[in-house]
């Protein structure tokens, strides 16, 4: 059995291959943490060298849905596999397809997946590879998702699995489903800002995948967690900000419209929501400022009115700081993707 995680100075992803896997699954997931690691360590050269392996159960050499041979850099019969700690992060592709006849005849594989979690692995399954999971257990009771055509044999096979077809992305500790590649591509950003930091995240995002995206947080199933807090009081107070983005109050005044003074309203939001109220307030603001601006004809200033920011040049600075770039520049970013 391999030995526990410790912290290193590398972070080390497996990407499992074994036949009819989809090749994109694989490659798509590696340029995009080159990218990051990359973009980090031009400005700090300590940060964490990434490590990728395809690992196979025993075949070295693998041929995808596609027909591309794929080359296994260990296998679980080598040593190397016996005598080293788990990868921080394992990422389970999608197959082509009925997944049945590659879980049957991959019994090892699924069991090192169940040890390698226990030992404090991430695990990211993807479409049909979610299958995986769900076969070793790690999903009994817990939340999932999977490919939109597969989700009525998923339901039969693991009845157990509390799974969110409505959901392109869940999250169960350190468990992700994706239900497709582009999911794929924002639990791939959100690890990026965990370990490489946010601005590398976003540069790899704008690089990748700059169309209108949903951030990771608003469209995953975060099991046990999300705006299912305890606060009912909060969370009347979030469905009020979200629903009145314009408004001239202040939210001294918001937390006294609702008869909390300033000091109990910082305290409970920041323990119920895990975010300071200002910060949520103003992350509210530029989203929406980000939709507007990708999807309608309204003029920089129109927007800014829209999400309370009577000066323009206040929503400029903040969209610089948070996304270094103007309104303007994203508007023009994001509307290349955009089709009539």
Not at 126 to 135: D, H, I, K, P, S
Not at 218 to 223: A, D, G, W
Not at 258 to 285: C, D, E, I, N, P
């Amino acid at each position: 059995m391999p030995n526990k995680r410790v912290k290193t100075d590398e972070l080390t992803v497996n990407l499992l291959i074994y036949p009819h896997v989809l090749a994109t699954g694989l490659t798509l997931p590696v340029e995009m943490l080159l990218a990051g690691e990359a973009f980090a360590r031009r400005y700090d050269k300590s940060v964490l060298t990434l490590n990728t392996q395809f690992l196979s159960e025993s075949v070295a050499k693998i041929k995808s849905r596609a027909g591309i041979t794929m080359i296994a850099d260990i296998t679980l019969d080598s040593e190397l596999v016996a005598r080293t700690v788990p990868p921080d992060i394992i990422i389970v592709p999608s197959l082509w397809r009925n997944p049945r006849p590659v879980l049957k005849s991959h019994q090892k594989l699924v069991a090192w997946l169940k040890k390698c979690w226990q030992q404090g692995s991430t695990l990211i399954g993807v479409g049909t590879g979610v299958c995986f999971l769900a076969e070793s257990g790690l999903l009994d009771n817990h939340s999932a998702t999977t490919h939109w055509h597969y989700v009525d044999q998923f339901k039969r096979d693991y009845p157990q699995v509390d799974l969110k077809p409505d959901f392109f992305i869940t999250q169960s500790e350190r468990i992700y489903c994706a239900a497709s590649l582009n999911a794929l591509a924002d639990i791939i950003v959100h690890l990026i800002a965990q370990h490489y930091g946010k601005e590398a995240a976003q540069n790899v995002e704008r690089n990748f995948s700059h169309e209108i995206r949903k951030p990771y947080e608003e469209q995953r199933y975060l099991e046990g967690s999300g705006d299912r807090h305890a606060d009912e009081l909060i969370a009347e107070i979030q469905f009020w900000l979200r629903t009145n983005l314009n408004t001239e109050f202040t939210l001294t005044e918001i937390a006294k419209q609702f008869g909390m003074s300033q000091r109990s309203f910082t305290r409970r939001f920041k323990a119920a929501t895990g975010v300071r109220a200002t910060q949520y307030w103003q992350q509210l603001r530029i989203e929406t400022a980000k939709e507007l601006l990708a999807s309608s004809n309204l003029t920089i200033q129109e927007i800014a009115d829209q999400v309370g920011y009577q000066d323009q040049g206040h929503l400029t600075r903040l969209f610089k700081k948070d996304l270094h770039l103007t309104p303007k520049d994203y508007r023009a970013m994001v509307r290349k993707k955009l089709f009539s």
